[in-house]
């Protein structure tokens, strides 16, 4: 389920916990909605709201964290991309068809990055061929003096680096919100508007209040799930920096 159908669905779930509440408040007998009744049943759910509050924040930063981690590691690709065909420019143009093949592998290299971080599961990782030739190629040149040699260490360094970086952003996990977590929090949050409606006439001022209330609840969500998936949906890193890294020779 993508996440604007699933924050829609929390939306008529809490909404729901709405006209709970005062369909309870129709059956239940007077005595039951007496003051102290009310008051029991505030502090509890005034319990309940700052645990919910807890988890939502806990919730925001996981995914913020997340979000700007797979971000930096996608910047950082990149840069390594830039400077490693800097270093292959300055070494001769003997590293000129090293850097062809570094254009042309760009794209697929984007596309499969994105393509990886949507898929619902994960493949085993797999070199790709044309990347794993370039990175051979490098190790493979020959130099002539000290500033060749040093050019050469430090590509084949860079080139380490940017493989490592690579795998870890395979690695990364793109569910950074556990399902239970997500799960509870809507159910703390159906019983908080629930009791709203408890002890109170659901008029259509009240009614309005409380659906404005729960589509904001619904939006909180709907962003904490944006951030968790950094690689589709409107909040989606763009992939034009990486696929523009490098201009024609």
């Avoid at 006209?19 to 309870?24: D, E, I, R, S, T």
């Avoid at 003096?145 to 380490?160: E, F, G, K």
């Amino acid at each position: 389920m993508n996440t604007l159908a699933l924050s829609c669905l929390i939306f008529v779930l809490t909404l729901g916990g709405i006209l709970l509440g005062a369909l309870l408040r129709r059956a239940l007998p007077e005595h039951h909605l007496s003051e102290d009744s009310q008051d029991v049943v505030r502090l509890g759910v005034g319990l309940i709201a700052t645990i919910a509050a807890l988890v939502l924040g806990l919730l925001i930063a996981a995914a913020k964290t997340s979000f700007d981690t797979q971000s930096t590691q996608i910047t950082q690709i990149t840069a390594d991309i830039i400077l490693l065909d800097n270093l292959l420019a300055e070494y001769g143009p003997e590293a000129r068809p090293i850097r062809e093949q570094m254009r042309s592998i760009i794209s697929p290299l984007a596309d499969r990055l994105w393509r990886e971080k949507q898929a619902s599961t994960t493949a085993p990782f797999e070199f790709s061929a044309t990347g794993e030739k370039a990175y051979l190629a490098i190790q493979a040149l020959s130099p002539q003096n000290d500033l060749q040699r040093s050019l050469q260490a430090r590509a084949a360094q860079v080139s380490t680096d940017l493989v490592q970086t690579r795998l870890v952003l395979f690695a990364e996990s793109s569910n950074v919100i556990p399902t239970p977590f997500l799960v509870i929090l809507v159910l703390w949050i159906v019983i908080i508007f629930a009791s709203f409606s408890l002890f109170a006439d659901l008029n259509l001022t009240v009614f309005t209040c409380l659906s404005l209330f729960a589509l904001s609840a619904s939006c909180a969500i709907f962003l904490i799930l944006e951030l968790s998936q950094p690689f589709s949906g409107l909040m989606m890193i763009s992939s034009e920096p990486l696929r523009n890294a490098l201009g024609p020779l």
